[in-house]
């Protein structure tokens, strides 16, 4: 029988690439993760993971045991769900901003589900101050978005610089006018732009709008003009254009924001894996 603790470090640490990382996560120690690798490799008697001094990396054994790995812990998760003392039912509608999805949210959707089959989750992708005003209403219940310096809704995740962003800084910047590639009103990081150059008195136009990233993204990466982001979540293909070259962009804070009166224990629930795989990260 192979060890579901050891699979769940083994599933963690192809996910992060880090051992140091997966140990975070699992708020265990790194030792662990590396004693459960080791013996679970010893119990298969195949080497299941190819390290060395710049990555950690699955072998073909460890490619083949991966969907096994995760097939497992799934089952056992529902089991606990269903016959568990704390079963969690119901539904939750979580609110994520378009930036966060794509570069972060996969594994937090995967171990929720995984955790917590018998909730029904529903998610909304959309600009922050839009997933605000939805959850104003009622129709969300956990946000995870952006917010400008100064504002206190939410609890603050971590705070990350804008940055300028092109696939050819200097030809971005030949003309006397800026092209900008934005999200439409009313996004955080085009007010953040706008407000900026117009402080320096910098010409701009708008030459695309989007309200996915990936649109954004690939408009910036057929050269149309600068893009804006958190420097965590610059796209590939992309350059940071120099601090000297534009006016300095504020930076933005990441929250998480629960609305009143929704239920507690699956907003906690899901919480806890929205801090431990983002904050710790971020804020180390």
Request: aromatic fraction near 4%.
């Amino acid at each position: 029988m192979l060890n579901l603790h050891h699979l769940n470090s083994f599933v963690m640490l192809q996910q992060t690439g880090s051992f140091t990382e997966a140990a975070a996560r699992l708020r265990i120690g790194q030792s662990t993760v590396t004693q459960h690798i080791q013996r679970l490799e010893k119990s298969l008697g195949r080497q299941l993971v190819f390290r060395d001094t710049h990555q950690v990396k699955l072998t073909a054994e460890g490619e083949a045991l991966l969907g096994y790995a995760r097939g497992m812990l799934d089952m056992n998760g529902k089991v606990a769900s269903l016959f568990g003392e704390s079963r969690l039912r119901g539904r939750l509608r979580l609110g994520v901003s378009e930036d966060v999805v794509a570069s972060r949210l996969t594994s937090i959707l995967e171990d929720f589900i995984r955790l917590y089959p018998l909730v029904d989750l529903e998610l909304t992708v959309a600009l922050s101050a839009v997933l605000y005003q939805m959850q104003d209403i009622g129709d969300l219940d956990l946000v995870l978005a952006k917010r400008h310096i100064g504002e206190t809704h939410g609890r603050l995740l971590y705070r990350e610089p804008l940055v300028w962003l092109a696939r050819d800084p200097d030809l971005a910047l030949r003309g006397d006018v800026l092209p900008l590639i934005a999200f439409p009103p009313p996004s955080i990081t085009r007010r953040v732009a706008q407000e900026a150059l117009d402080r320096e008195k910098m010409a701009w136009r708008i030459v695309c709008t989007c309200g996915s990233l990936s649109g954004l993204t690939a408009a910036a990466r057929a050269g149309m003009g600068v893009l804006v982001q958190p420097r965590s979540m610059a796209p590939a293909g992309l350059k940071e254009i120099p601090a000297d070259r534009l006016p300095v962009l504020e930076d933005v804070e990441f929250v998480l924001v629960p609305r009143r009166g929704a239920d507690a224990a699956l907003m906690e629930a899901l919480s806890s894996l929205i801090v431990a795989q983002i904050a710790p990260q971020n804020l180390a």
